[in-house]
Structures are given as C-alpha cells and as structure tokens.
C-alpha cells in the first residue's frame, strides 16, 4: 500500500486522454493549478470507455483548485471549456491498493426497453466501501437502480433522471448523468425502467472490494456479451448474452462464479452450459459439463437468474459446484 500520483493530461480543447486509475482506492485528491477563465470537467469512467461528469473546476485568473474524491473508477480525462490558460496542470493521487476494486456492467437497454431488468449477483464480490454506478444515454423519464438481499424484493438505490439542462455545465456532446454513490449492502442489483428508453443506455458499476481487511473473495465481474467465453481464475462471468440465447464456457483450474445476469436460462431456453477443465469432472455429475438454465445438471439450478461457483481440487481432479 501506497501513496500514487498519476498526470492528467490538460487538453487545449475537447477532452484530453484518459488515465488509468483503477489501482487507487478510497478517497482521491484532485488538484487543478494554472491561469485559466472558464472551466475544466473531470469525467470518470468504469470500463475507460463510456465517461460521465464528476467535479467541475472554474476559475477567472490565477487559480490553485484542490477537491476530493471517492468512489471506485477505472480511468478519468479532463474535458476543457476554458480559454485564456496558461501553464493549467491537473493530477489525482490516492492510496494505491491494486486488485482491490472492481467493476461490472449491466446488459445494455435498448430503445423502447422499460420495466424491470434481469438483477445482477454482487455475492461473490462482496463490495466493503460501497458502489457508485455511471449512466450513458437518453431516457424520458427514469432509470432506477435497485438492490435486494434476496432477488425477490427490491427497493430503489437511486435514479438517473432526464436532465436537459446539463449541457450548459459540459458544453458539446453532453453527458447527461453524474455518478450515483450508494453505501447500501446489498447483494442483487438491477435496473428499473420508468420511462422511455431513447437510445442505447449503459450503467456500470464499481466498488472496492477492501481485501486489506480480508474481505471478499476477489473475483472480479467480467461482463459476457456473446456466445462463447474461456473464463480465467478469479472471475465472475456476468452472463448477459442470456438474453439473446445460449452461452458456453470454459473453465480453467482454480476459482470462477457464472451468473445468469440476462435472465434467459431457464425460460428463454438460454443455458449456461460450463466446461471443465481438461481431465476434470464435477463432482455432484460425474460429468465434464454443467448446465445451468434449462436441461440444468442439478434442479437447484434450473432457474432463471442463477449463479454458481465453481472451485477446482487438483487432489481429486474434480470441480466442486458451490
């Protein structure tokens, strides 16, 4: 554990190159100096692809601009809206504890997509200093994300809500959302349409794990958007592809969780059929494979939204399903 200061390069205008913070933890420092009029907008951004607004730095003149930060992000750029600037230099710095956040995503929503979603299983993760989730996209109305212990009764976390006025604060090509932070312990998660979806919309997430303390199991989500997938030790396979039909994985030896997060298992005809590793076989089957959803290998796990992990003994050459 560390303390780690990381450059964030000052575009002249648009948005500057994205940093890779995904190793800090905790509380961040952001420091913003130089003469400048007008503003810069720090955007966050869980996978370093899709960014949404977190601080704003303004100024008229000389400026030294210190603010604080939390919630767990992959990456951050700035986006400039100033003129007249001189000599601006910007950093962020933090504890830097690698391996203990981590992040996931939700299948994305389509046009025309409302009500409530198939649910995510953060179990597995086991998430110690909270989860904040970043949106992409338009919506009339509200997205509503919710939490349950039981993925059977929901309650709302918070919403990301139509904001017209936002451009105004992030010039060109707004992003309409700031990130919203929850401290909530919960171990499903799913979104709630209350509106109408305009465009393709995105939520991820991320939170610290807080392995220092010896918390969580450390397996990270991996989303899986298509067919097939050759897993590798300590992830959790977020298996939204089940929503659109069947997926297939490989498992290697060591520690993976497979999660139905599309839903489709069972009643979509969408099985999770997991491979063992060579020379393997899972013990409650005695076979080489594993199916979860429909024609499912056990009937604990014929149903929709399951999740399993999966732990290999390489005294036994058997993967145990827990």
Known sequence: MSIAIFPIPVPSSGDGSPVDISSLAGSK???LSGTFKGSYVLLGSHNG???SPLLAFSAGG???IQRTLDGSLAAVKLRSLASSSSGVAASISGISMPGDNSFGTFAPLSPGTCGPQPSV???LTDYQSGLNFIANGDVQGSVVVEGSLDNVRFNPIGAFTEQPASASFLGASPLSFSPLPTNDLVRYVRLNIQGVILSSFTVTFGGSQDSSSGSGTGLTPVAV???TVTATDGQLLQCNYTATGAVAVQLPTGMVGVVDS??????GNHPITVTAPAGYT???TGTSTFVIGAGASLPEFAANGCSATFVTNSTTMKVEVI
């Open 262 to 267: 599309g839903g489709g298992a069972l009643s």
């Open 282 to 284: 899972f013990l409650w």
């Open 62 to 64: 000389p400026e030294g």
């Open 225 to 227: 958007n298509g067919s």
């Open 29 to 31: 420092t952001v420091t």
């Open 121 to 123: 299983d953060l179990g």
């Open 49 to 51: 692809v899709k960014f």
